[in-house]
Each structure stands twice: as structure tokens, then as C-alpha cells.
Nanobody, 125 residues
Framework: QVQLVESGGRLVQAGGSLRLSCVAS????????MGWFRQAPGKEREFVAA???????YYADSVKGRFTISRDNAKNTMYLQMNSLKPEDTAVYYC???????????????????WGQGTQVTVSS
């Protein structure tokens, strides 16, 4: 069983930066694709970014050029560096882990097997 723990969310002013972390338990991290999603009040959970076990990286158009996803397999940790934050980035951010060696598009929540509890990011204007 995989457990994911996010951290790093807080209140920040527009234009500021945050780095979220997601630490995974278990032995499958390095062979699994990982993703970040977010959910604002009253809205559906939406894709933010994903990084494949093989290294491919994908971003939602809304965050492209501002957010950077990365991973450190030695630490079983994934990161999301968020720069130039906007009020519309306010949401609970979730990390998710796919099954090992999966080749799906990684943009749908139902592609992922494991989820963290979320960390709140609030961007004030």
C-alpha cells in the first residue's frame, strides 16, 4: 500500500512562489508516474502537472511557464515549484501516484491509484 503526504501549502500574495512536496511510501515510486491535481471550492478536481516514471513531463495550459514539476527518486519525493502565483491558483493541491510502468495520458484523476490528503494553497490579491 502506498501512502502520499503533501506539504508546503500556505497563504501567499499574488506574484509569489511556493514549492509543494509529496513524499511517497513504498517501493514503487521510481517506477510510477506521478501527478499534481488541484480542486477549488465548488469545482471539479483538475490536472495541473504530471511526470512519468520515464521522465516525460506535462502541464496544464493554465500553469505552463509558471509551474515546474520534478522528482527525486532517491528520496521518494515529487515537487511542484509554483512561481508567479495568481488568485485563481487558490485550491487544495493533491499528489497522486499511478500504477508502475503505466503509459496512460496522466491527465484524468481516474488514472491514478493512490492519492494524498491535499495541501491548501491560498493566493491573495
Amino acid at each position: 500500500q502506498v501512502q502520499l503526504v503533501e506539504s508546503g501549502g500556505r497563504l501567499v500574495q499574488a506574484g509569489g512562489s511556493l514549492r509543494l512536496s509529496c513524499v511517497a511510501s513504498g517501493r514503487t515510486f521510481s517506477s510510477s508516474s506521478m501527478g499534481w491535481f488541484r480542486q477549488a471550492p465548488g469545482k471539479e478536481r483538475e490536472f495541473v502537472a504530471a511526470i512519468r516514471w520515464s521522465g516525460g513531463i506535462y502541464y496544464a495550459d493554465s500553469v505552463k511557464g509558471r509551474f515546474t514539476i520534478s522528482r527525486d527518486n532517491a528520496k521518494n519525493t515529487m515537487y511542484l515549484q509554483m512561481n508567479s502565483l495568481k488568485p485563481e491558483d487558490t485550491a487544495v493541491y493533491y499528489c497522486a501516484q499511478d500504477r508502475p510502468y503505466s503509459g496512460g495520458p496522466l491527465v484524468r484523476p481516474d488514472e491514478y491509484d493512490f492519492w494524498g490528503q491535499g495541501t491548501q494553497v491560498t493566493v491573495s490579491s
